[in-house]
């Protein structure tokens, strides 16, 4: 999704998927629907870099976005209810943000790193769910 020097003029593309699964787990009042990544987001995320311990772990985080929504540990609803969040352990916890309506394609938002701390109490207050694999 993002190299070195990152890609521009695409306008926007698709990076994931709201699923059943997810609106079940979330109590969501909507049907499955692509998440659409727009062109002007990565500049937005950027500023995220100083987060990391380096330009590459930022990198590869980022280049896992997609990843991160087809299979994330746990999924939540931000308390103002307008944007799902995506959390998965890579190198460390990562949540990416898709704002929420009832209808149409979802937008992603953001993406950074959250604390271990974060994402406990995000657990206890209900905000976050873990997510269970479906064996097939």
């Given amino acids: 999704m993002v190299r070195k020097g990152g890609y521009t003029g695409f306008g926007s593309m698709i990076i994931g998927k709201l699923t059943k699964e997810v609106i079940s787990l979330l109590g969501l009042n909507r049907s499955e629907c692509d998440i659409i990544l727009w062109e002007d987001r990565l500049k937005y995320i950027q500023k995220h870099i100083v987060d990391f311990d380096s330009i590459e772990e930022y990198e590869k985080h980022i280049e896992l976005i997609p990843e991160i929504i087809k299979n994330p540990d746990y999924?939540?609803?931000?308390?103002?209810?307008?944007?799902?969040?995506y959390i998965k352990r890579i190198d460390r916890l990562m949540l990416v943000a898709v704002r929420l309506k009832l209808s149409g394609n979802l937008a992603f938002r953001s993406a950074y790193p959250i604390r271990e701390e974060q994402l406990e109490s995000y657990i206890r207050s209900g905000r976050a769910y873990k997510v269970t694999k479906n064996k097939k």
Avoid at 75 to 85: M, Q
Wanted: proline residues 9%; positive net charge.
């Fill in 75 to 85: 999924v939540g609803k931000h308390p103002n209810s307008k944007s799902i969040e």
